[in-house]
């Protein structure tokens, strides 16, 4: 790809939301401004960190680690998986599973309003509603809605060839 920088080898990269900070050399990875490259639409690498790990601490970090040809491919099994867990009904006691579609499918279906397309869900539905195809009113709420797996993510890129094969490192900061 012409316009996918070369990245340095490094032993571990940094995901780096904010693309301003990133370059090519210095190990830290634009990882929200590749994705919406990539993928046409806004990624939170919070929200994804928190799909792989929901309870990580303010300050803390994650290591994704994808170097291994054993964790990569298993990371990219994700993008075979096509059931994934919206959340606990506490009404029927149950998990709620949407079988069908991949974490990806199911995240790129989710889209907000224009002049040609009304909304159809409300800002902030049910954890555990089916969201395979909604429309948001606006940005903010179609985001927050549902994020895939930041390990899923960062294994589609490498498999691109948008990111380099390696371990990433997270940070958690507020």
């Not at 340095?8 to 370059?23: G, M, N, R």
Request: aromatic share 12%; net charge negative.
């Amino acid at each position: 790809m012409p316009d996918v920088p070369e990245y340095t080898p490094y032993s571990i990269y940094v995901l780096e939301p904010h693309a301003d900070y990133a370059t090519a050399e210095n190990g830290y990875i634009p990882i929200g401004a590749i994705a919406e490259r990539v993928y046409s639409k806004p990624y939170s690498s919070l929200r994804g960190c928190q799909r792989d790990d929901e309870h990580i601490r303010n300050d803390s970090e994650k290591l994704y680690e994808l170097t291994s040809d054993e964790d990569y491919l298993e990371a990219l099994g994700g993008l075979d998986d096509t059931e994934l867990y919206l959340g606990w009904d506490s009404r029927t006691r149950e998990s709620v599973v949407k079988t069908g579609m991949t974490e990806l499918d199911y995240w790129l279906s989710i889209r907000v309003a224009d002049e040609n397309t009304p909304a159809t869900v409300e800002a902030n539905p049910p954890e555990t509603q089916d969201l395979e195809n909604a429309v948001f009113e606006d940005r903010f709420f179609a985001d927050r809605a549902f994020s895939p797996s930041l390990k899923l993510v960062l294994a589609d890129l490498i498999r691109r060839g948008d990111i380099p094969r390696g371990d990433f490192l997270f940070r958690h900061w507020w």
